[in-house]
């Protein structure tokens, strides 16, 4: 190998190496990642980081061009071929688990088994014998005769794990299906002309792809779980503030209703059958991750202003104009706001309060206006609005 080739190849390695060991770290370190997964990962990036250290030594061994290293190239040219043969088996395993099916017993998984065995016999009888390949005292590699049958075996089990990926497309996922691929096309590429050509160094960067693609799938699983996790905290303070019902109002109806038994049964039953319609609607909209029609939304306002008009009688009246219902809108949208106008404008030493609802199709989607109306004796109305909600949804 000349200089210059054996510089490239030592800083390929290198940086490879370098990419091993952060993937190995991120394994290590990050949480969240199952046992088998980081199990898999540590022994992968850990043949990694050997096949690294070996082609380090190697190339220092090369540059040094002793004549006295020979024999110990020789035995780091086997370790190398051999960590590089482990890692299709590696992810024939991995690509299995992906998919839920028990690598034990595939018959992709024993017929690569076998293939990689005839390779791991023929590489240890490699050191021994001039055939495959071997080391001059310029410590140069040389191709044996019949060098091409030890880069064929591993060849084939390259070309299996490609057969059982497209085959498989149905059961992975598009980012492991792409991974997949970025990891496995390079190396065929590289071991495929290496049966012709001696291009350790491409081979070595073919590797470190190989590397990256696996790497970008733990770090994509680590953010898609964050993001999950994310999302579940949010949902679960959603549904908090949801659940957060005003106690005085559930303690205020139950007696409300409980008086009524006596002397109205029958707005008694009304107002039992509101306050129900309420509380479903409530723990309905918990559940909910889609938009409802605004009728269901309007049908759960009305139903709460039913059970709070129980309770004031004349303190409280309600105003409906809403010709437009046709639109979609997120679940509890209207009744935290007119919830809020009879909570803040209820006054035991005011005026009757007086809510106005209206809805009304606009250029910009659906408009809800909310108004809390106060009387006054002897004086015109002030309306004054609470909050507009304004959606474009249909």
């Known amino acids: 190998m000349s200089l210059l080739m054996s510089h490239i190849s030592f800083f390929l390695v290198g940086a490879a190496m370098m990419l091993f060991l952060m993937g190995l770290s991120a394994v290590i370190i990050l949480p969240g990642i199952d046992r088998w997964s980081r199990t898999f990962f540590i022994v992968y990036f850990t043949v990694l980081m050997l096949y690294g250290i070996t082609g380090m030594s190697e190339g220092i061994l090369e540059l040094l061009s002793d004549q006295s290293s020979t024999r110990l190239i020789d035995v780091f040219y086997f370790f190398e071929t051999v960590l590089t043969s482990l890692i299709s088996p590696l992810l024939a395993v991995y690509m299995h688990h992906c998919c839920g099916e028990d690598w034990r017993n595939s018959r992709y998984i ?39 049958l030890v880069v064929f075996f591993f060849l084939i089990t390259i070309i299996l794990n490609l057969i059982y990926v497209i085959r498989r497309r149905s059961l992975l996922s598009e980012k492991y299906y792409f ?19 001696t291009i350790f160094s491409y081979l070595a960067m ?9 790497f970008t799938i733990i770090v994509s699983d680590q953010i898609e779980q964050n993001m999950r996790q994310q999302q579940e905290i949010a949902n679960q303070r959603t549904s908090l503030l949801l659940l957060q019902i005003r106690r005085h109002f559930i303690y205020n109806t139950m007696m409300s209703i409980y008086y ?8 008694a039953q009304q107002v039992t059958l509101d306050f129900t319609t309420y509380l479903r609607k409530n723990f309905s909209a918990i559940t909910s991750e889609k938009l409802i029609p605004f009728s269901e939304e309007l049908e759960h306002t009305r139903a709460y202003l039913a059970v709070e008009q129980a309770q004031f009688e004349d303190r409280l009246f309600v105003s409906y104009d809403t010709p437009h219902t046709d639109f979609y809108l ?14 803040h404008g209820m006054d035991p030493d005011s005026e009757p309060l007086h809510i106005f609802i209206r809805t009304e199709k606009t250029d910009f989607g659906s408009e809800i206006t909310v108004e809390r109306i106060l009387s006054q004796p002897m004086i015109t109305s002030r ?4 909050r507009t909600y304004s959606s474009a949804l249909k």
């Open 206 to 214: 073919c590797i470190a792809i190989c590397a990256i693609s696996m």
């Open 260 to 267: 009524l038994c006596k002397q109205d049964p029958d707005k």
């Open 179 to 197: 991974s997949f691929l970025v990891g496995i096309v390079p190396i065929l590429t590289a071991v495929f002309i290496q049966m012709f050509i």
């Open 383 to 386: 309306i004054s609005p609470l």
């Open 330 to 343: 997120p679940p509890l949208t209207l009744q935290p706001i007119v919830e809020n106008a009879v909570k």
């Open 110 to 148: 024993r017929l690569m088994t076998a293939f990689w065995l005839v390779l791991f016999v023929l590489l240890c009888i490699s050191p021994f014998s001039t055939l495959f390949y071997y080391a001059t005292p310029e410590t140069t590699f040389v191709r044996g005769p019949l060098y091409p």
